[in-house]
């Protein structure tokens, strides 16, 4: 079935009167390390442009300070390392009980270490916290790939391209779209949560044997970040208390859409952050289609 505007339509939350900071979600990034700080700043835009209360990023101190240059309307935690271990985990305790969904991933970087904090992470997620919602990206999967029950019965979204769900799944990708969509159901199954797979057609499949297909977006996309941006808007509708599959499907037709409008403005040419301008105006379409 093909993603369409009514997915989206169906998951924007209606606005109170008298609604409170926090109301419409409080999302922790957990991201950045010594060589990369913008993705976990993305993904933080994204959020705060699709409608998310607070963005609140989790990031070794060098990089947390980075990112506070980015924008006074992101918020940082510094955890006392260089790039994420499991020493600096504790710092987190708190934000998980004060958070309404979390993002793991971004810009992490591929050490030993950090790979085994993130393992520690999921583990402290599923046994503390096991309803909090949680999106996997980037480096956060490939962490994953090495404790593949880990996600099983969770309310957990991973976003894989190719080459990292191959590294997940340990499964050849088929080229044409109907091999995909299977491979993609069979791994929802088994790993036992929702998987996007990020592709030139987005295929998202849930463990219950739902699966959609995505057609917005463009190749300029293939730009670094887009799958930061993607990220933040699926961490938005999760931290609102939108089901997993339902806030995925939501999220990439949301994303692709915004790489459309920038396509059309400034060709192939665009960069991730030109993405974040556009949120507003492709949500304002879907409010004013509904």
């Known amino acids: 079935m093909r993603v369409g505007k009514k997915d989206v339509s169906a998951v924007l939350p209606k606005r109170r009167r008298g609604a409170h900071k926090g109301d419409y979600g409080r999302l922790l990034v957990v991201g950045g390390g010594s060589r990369y700080v913008g993705a976990p700043a993305l993904v933080g835009l994204a959020a705060l442009r699709s409608g998310v209360d607070l963005a609140i990023i989790a990031a070794p101190e060098k ?5 506070n240059s980015f924008s006074p309307d992101l918020i940082t935690i510094k955890l006392p390392c260089r790039d994420l271990e499991p020493t600096a ?7 998980f009980k004060l958070s309404t969904a979390v993002v793991v991933g971004p810009g992490l970087g591929t ?10 992470l999921s583990r402290a997620l599923k046994e503390a916290h096991p309803n ?5 990206d980037a480096d956060g999967l490939k962490a994953l790939a090495s404790e593949r029950s880990l996600p099983q019965g969770m309310h957990w979204v991973l976003t894989p391209h190719a080459r990292e769900f191959e590294l997940l799944t340990g499964v050849d990708l088929p080229a044409d779209i109907n091999g995909r969509a299977q491979q993609v159901k069979a791994a929802a199954k088994e790993l036992g949560c929702t998987v996007l797979l ?3 057609v987005d295929i ?4 219950a044997g739902e699966v959609k297909l995505n057609y917005t977006g463009n190749p300029g996309m293939t730009v670094g970040g887009t799958g930061d941006v993607l990220a933040g808007i699926v961490g938005t509708f999760l931290a609102q208390g939108v089901e997993p599959f339902k806030a995925t499907v939501a999220g990439a037709w949301a994303c692709g859409q915004a790489g459309d409008l920038c396509l059309r403005e400034k060709g192939n040419e665009f960069v ?3 993405l974040l301008d556009k949120l507003p105006e492709v949500f304002r379409k879907v409010e004013g289609g509904r």
């Open 63 to 67: 990089a947390a300070w980075t990112i």
């Open 89 to 95: 985990l504790s710092e987190l305790r708190n934000e």
């Open 111 to 120: 050490l030993a270490k950090t790979r085994d904090a993130v393992i520690e």
């Open 132 to 136: 909090l919602p949680a999106l996997f």
């Open 198 to 200: 990020k592709a030139w």
């Open 204 to 207: 998202i499949a849930s463990p």
């Open 272 to 274: 991730a952050s030109d």
